[in-house]
């Protein structure tokens, strides 16, 4: 039997044990029914294999079931989730966030790209959040298609900057080019830059943000810069919209 004809059939049994359970007497459907429906929405739309983590049900506060899956080739740091949600027609729409983790290391390629212009030593991490990513977005998806003004699809990025890398660079300038050159290729996001002082910058990751505020002095020459793309493409910094030579508007 081929693949795909497997994971229609299981999406079809799948479907028919979520109306029976819930449709017929009004309960929450099984978890590994669940489990099984999302897990063959990932494999159909991204062609590998997933592995579930831990699944919630809609409640007061949320209107959708949520699991926690991460790529089998990957690892459970590339955790994402997807979202069920019941509809009123009886069918069970699915919603994922894993393109987030499929494009980070093209995207970071990309921001990299942009900051190498400016300064020689640097590192770079960026996420998409939490949550489902527009449904449309998949492994096929060209980078330059994923912009739609209709749709939420933001990036947050943080640059670490060593010390002697940023000596007689402005610091917002240098964001207000970046964010130039992400306005260019539609890229929507928010960007920081910490320069870090020259003997921490090896031992710094991500982790870093995460520590005491009394303990940011350590690392951090300075209060970190910021720059924003917005949906619509503008830029803003320290709250106002600026033309990205840096006046403003």
Partial sequence: MKPWT?????????LIMLWGVSGCMNKKPKAEVIKDLMMAHLEEKYGEEFLPMSLSFSNLAYSYDTLLAYPKNGSKQDYFEVEGTRMEDGSYSIRDGYFGVFIK??????MSGFVHEIYDE???????GEGALPDRLNKDTPFEEIY?????FSSDTVVFVKQTSAENIDIELSLLQIAGKMRQKQMVGYV???????????LIGQEVLNISASKDKEYFVDNPKSVMVTPDLKVRQNGMEVNTNGRIK
């Fill in 6 to 14: 497997k994971r229609f059939i299981l999406v079809f049994l799948s």
């Fill in 105 to 110: 290391p093209k995207y970071e390629a990309v």
């Fill in 122 to 128: 640097f590192k770079l991490y960026t996420n998409f």
């Fill in 148 to 152: 739609n003004k209709d749709e939420h």
């Fill in 192 to 202: 920081r830059i910490f320069v870090i002082f020259d003997e921490k910058f090896d």
